[in-house]
């Protein structure tokens, strides 16, 4: 799957998979997952996290959505985007980004079989260069509704690269009624934890920002945000339940862009 230097340092799409029982992971990284597990319930915060992105996914193909653009994809192992959209609608066209070469050559081969599913290899930083890969130019119609996720990915943005600026640009470039579906880290309910998870990041090659509920209302203008608005995220239409402890890190939301004017 990959070089020896990319199996030196514990890599977050392959913790990711490895939180979410997948198989795509180096020892490293389970070793790295399981010296953090007492003090950190990283599994948790990722599983409550796939479970915002599954309800999101879920509510855009009821809304008509039949095409998606995940930026900062991550392995789409166990129950991702293209899973759950084409689950409903078989139709559904999925185009993954990621700038991690190992981490796009994994999933290139778990999609080689999906006609309606890719990943390009691009930095989301640059929109012109995903915007023009070739898998977006060929399995998706940018003059039409598309869903643009976020997900988990703006934490890597830092504040320099302007993330509240680059979302507008996504925004910009993608029609009227297109959906983004958007989480954040955040320290604002469990400041000691969410503390160390940024610490725990800073160890490997992605580290994190966490920021506060109106710097992540900043990222949403233009957007006509779905009920229940921007909450945590296992609030966002998730089981009622009082969202606490580990759950509580990270916001979401889901906005429709407005039509200009
Ligand atoms: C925390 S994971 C999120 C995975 C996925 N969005 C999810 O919710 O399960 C972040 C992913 O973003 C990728 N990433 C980080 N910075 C990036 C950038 N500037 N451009 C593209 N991908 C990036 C990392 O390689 C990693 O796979």
Redesign the pocket.
């Known amino acids: 799957m990959s070089t020896n230097s990319e199996a030196e340092r514990p890599n977050?799409?392959r913790l990711?998979d490895y939180y979410l029982g997948g198989a795509h992971n180096f020892a490293v990284d389970r070793e790295f997952a399981d010296r953090s597990a007492g003090d950190v319930p990283t599994a948790a915060m990722v599983q409550q996290?796939?479970a915002f992105?599954r309800r999101a996914v879920r509510v855009c193909v009821a809304n008509g959505i039949r095409q998606f653009l995940?930026?900062?994809?991550?392995i789409p192992t166990a129950g991702n985007v293209h899973e759950v959209a084409q689950q409903a609608d078989p139709t559904c066209r999925v185009v993954y980004?990621?700038?991690?070469p190992a981490?796009v050559a994994h999933s290139r081969t778990m999609l080689r079989d999906n006609a309606g599913a890719a990943i390009a290899e691009?930095?989301?930083?640059d929109v012109p260069a995903v915007l023009g890969a070739p898998e977006v130019r060929d399995l998706l119609d940018l003059s039409r509704p598309v869903a643009v996720l976020m997900?988990?990915?703006l934490p890597?943005?830092a504040d320099h690269d302007r993330p509240a600026e680059l979302v507008a640009r996504y925004r910009d470039a993608v029609a009227d009624g297109s959906y983004l579906v958007v989480s954040h880290l955040t320290a604002d309910e469990q400041p000691e934890l969410v503390a160390k998870v940024v610490g725990m990041a800073a160890e490997t090659r992605?580290p994190i920002v966490a920021r506060s509920k109106s710097d992540f209302e900043a990222m949403l203008a233009g957007f006509d945000l779905l009920e229940p608005g921007l909450v945590l995220a296992p609030s966002w239409r998730g089981e009622g339940d009082p969202v606490t402890g580990a759950e509580a890190v990270s916001y979401g939301a889901v906005g429709v862009k407005r039509p200009a004017g």
Do not use: F, K, M, P
Not at 97 to 100: K, T
């Open positions: 977050v799409a990711y996290s796939r992105l995940d930026l900062g994809s991550g980004v990621d700038n991690e981490t691009a930095d989301i930083r997900v988990a990915i890597h943005v992605t």
